[in-house]
């Protein structure tokens, strides 16, 4: 693995070790394996922009597991939405190979925009960790939310609005909105105004020089603006719940889309390692012989860090040469 492994991501790392503890026994799987690398060895410009694409990539099967257990955070949507939005990416560059194994390869990438919309249009594009202060929805994508967040937002700025709403509307040019923790909000208007209160004001405070009133529609703002932040926090983690379950639903599709990315990514290392390190494509068959010129130890060859390595000839058949005995130091 040291001498093999050049992924860029997680998942292809972990299909590497796969493929090197459980080695193919199939020659047709075997040349199919080696096709793709060859092709890859071979479209070497295509696959150094791939490799700029695997980079940018999350852990997609670690975050599709989260999301389908219900623990995936604001962040871990983010990140899968600009891995998926990079896959056509990725499929197009593998498309243009002149290999029909690498293009199969991007064959096998399926079409995940329904997945990424989903996360697109609901979450903000760098998203806070937690839920702890919202943010984390998009605006305009809940008009009952950006209701409530305006309330949130815009408490202080409404108050002024009123103000000059209730001085057209009522003629008295000193009437004003204030709050305290007792009353809340309320209308004050000056003794020498009283007169022109409606009537429908409901009365809460009298003062030397002033009354304090209320109407139903002011005490209704009031409520919404003291609950606001935490209406709005609670309906950011109902609308982000939804997001999680409808992305659930494409987990099939998206496990599908890791399993195709680690696969190119796998391949494409080992096309890395056998363009720098000079490897051979081998010849398989059924035949009853093992035969390699010049052969090098690969991780010997590279423990040696410089020194020359010596290569060897093998060579094996059936019927009589089936066994090696050798001692001294080279055994």
Not at 101 to 114: F, K, L, M, T
Not at 177 to 184: A, E, R
Request: glycine share 6%; proline share 5%; with cysteine.
């Amino acid at each position: 693995l040291s001498v093999l492994d050049r992924t860029e991501t997680p998942m292809g790392a972990r299909l590497l070790r796969q493929w090197v503890l459980y080695p193919l026994v199939s020659k047709e799987q075997i040349d199919g394996r080696l096709d793709a690398v060859a092709g890859l060895v071979g479209g070497r410009a295509a696959r150094e922009e791939a490799s700029g694409v695997l980079k940018e990539l999350c852990d997609i099967p670690r975050v599709v597991g989260r999301v389908a257990s219900g623990h995936a955070s604001p962040r871990d949507l983010a990140s899968l939405r600009r891995s998926l939005e990079l896959l056509p990416t990725l499929r197009e560059l593998l498309a243009s190979s002149q290999s029909d194994a690498v293009r199969a390869q991007a064959e096998d990438i399926p079409d995940v925009e329904e997945a990424a919309r989903i996360i697109r249009e609901a979450i903000v594009d760098s998203p806070p960790a937690t839920f702890k202060s919202g943010g984390v929805v998009r605006d305009g994508y809940s008009a009952e939310l950006d209701e409530v967040r305006s309330v949130a937002r815009e408490g202080k700025g409404w108050i002024g609005k009123l103000q000059a709403q209730e001085r057209e509307s009522t003629g008295i040019p000193t009437i004003k909105v204030g709050y305290n923790k007792v009353f809340g909000y309320y209308h004050e208007v000056t003794k020498q105004h009283v007169h022109l209160v409606p009537d429908h004001r409901i009365g809460k405070q009298t003062l030397v020089n002033a009354e304090r009133n209320v109407t139903p529609e002011l005490k209704e703002h009031e409520s919404r603006v003291l609950t606001a932040e935490e209406d709005m926090l609670r309906m950011e983690h109902e609308i982000f719940e939804d997001v999680r379950r409808r992305l659930a639903e494409h987990a099939t599709t998206l496990q599908d889309a890791s399993a195709a990315v680690a696969r190119i990514d796998t391949l494409s290392s080992l096309a890395v390692v056998a363009e720098e390190s000079r490897y051979v494509r081998p010849e398989v068959g059924d035949w009853n012989e093992l035969a390699i010129r010049d052969c090098r130890h690969p991780v010997v060859e590279k423990l040696l860090k410089g020194e020359e390595f010596v290569p060897n000839d093998i060579a094996f058949d059936a019927e009589s040469r089936q066994i090696l005995l050798i001692t001294g130091p080279n055994m």
